[in-house]
């Protein structure tokens, strides 16, 4: 590679990840990076089939394949609580979802296996289809719940479409009191063996885009609320409840939700993801 602008890097077209993205965004830092934008599961496919090097990945694609990534120093999208950007949304309460049709979104799969494990803790196994799901208008009419993620999950017609809407961070929470990890930013192992000093700078600028993003998150709650025509104060909520970070707080939730998946790899849980 002849600079690091040849380094395809993923980014996900979320909310979310624009307090990393925003010393780049402002032209804050001295780089000139390539940057391909898709939603998590497109993302886990470009680097699964060596379309891009480094990106955020689904946190449950990382923990599957731990021969082809490397995690990134400091990086993750968690949350230690509320997440509100990832939800279920259910004409029924949890404990009734048994043998009801729950549609899982197509652009996550850490948030489809996470809904899977903590119906699993409950006892709870709906009938489970996929779907690309924006607004009710999407759902089929046998639909009983759905879950969504991203910046749709933030509108509040869901709230007034089903009876309950469940908060998946907050139930993770209540449940294990750790921190829950949606996305890890990774890179290729070919690629950061054959290229580890431009990897590591690369994630050490990612780290300084990041701090200075935090740093200037009112201007980023602001900007969001006028593009998504929502409440700055819904937006400052939203961006308290996320974490940025990867200590050790988030590994232990790592290491609880992989040994779930892990417990739950048979039968229709291994079948549902991408």
């Known amino acids: 590679m002849s600079g690091l602008n040849s380094f395809r890097i993923g980014r996900i ?7 990393v993205y925003y010393g780049f965004d402002n032209n804050l830092l001295e ?6 934008n898709a939603t998590p599961s497109d993302l886990n496919l470009l680097m699964l089939n060596n379309y891009i090097d480094i990106s955020p990945m689904s946190t449950y694609e990382v923990l599957k394949n731990p021969d082809k990534f490397y995690i990134l120093e400091d990086l993750s999208i968690s949350c230690n609580g509320p997440v509100r950007s990832v939800i279920l949304a259910s004409h029924y ?25 903590l119906l699993k803790e409950k ?34 017609h869901w ?23 949606f996305a890890l930013w990774t890179v290729r192992r ?3 063996d054959e290229y580890p000093d431009e990897v590591n700078y690369i994630n050490k600028l990612f780290k300084k885009s990041k701090a200075i993003g935090l740093k200037n998150i009112k201007s980023i709650e602001k900007s969001v609320a006028k593009n998504l ?43 549902h993801h991408r």
């Open 13 to 19: 077209p979320y909310a979310n990840i624009l307090p």
């Open 31 to 36: 780089a000139n990076l390539n940057f391909i």
């Open 93 to 117: 309460l949890l404990e009734n979802l048994n043998n009801k049709n729950l549609v899982l979104t197509d652009e996550s799969s850490t948030s489809a296996h996470l809904l899977k494990v």
């Open 123 to 156: 006892g709870v196994s709906p009938n489970y289809c996929k779907g690309y799901i924006v607004t009710t208008e999407d759902l089929h009419k046998d639909c009983d719940a759905t879950l969504i993620i991203g910046d749709k999950a933030l509108k509040d």
């Open 159 to 181: 709230k007034k479409d089903f009876k309950y809407v469940y908060d998946l961070g907050e139930l993770w929470y209540q449940k294990f009191k750790t921190q829950f990890c």
């Open 190 to 192: 070919t690629i950061f």
């Open 229 to 271: 025509n929502l409440s700055q104060t819904l937006l400052r909520n939203y961006y308290d409840g996320l974490n940025y970070n990867l200590n050790l707080s988030h590994k232990t939730g790592l290491n609880i939700y992989n040994l779930l998946v892990e417990q739950n790899k048979k039968g229709s849980f291994q079948n």
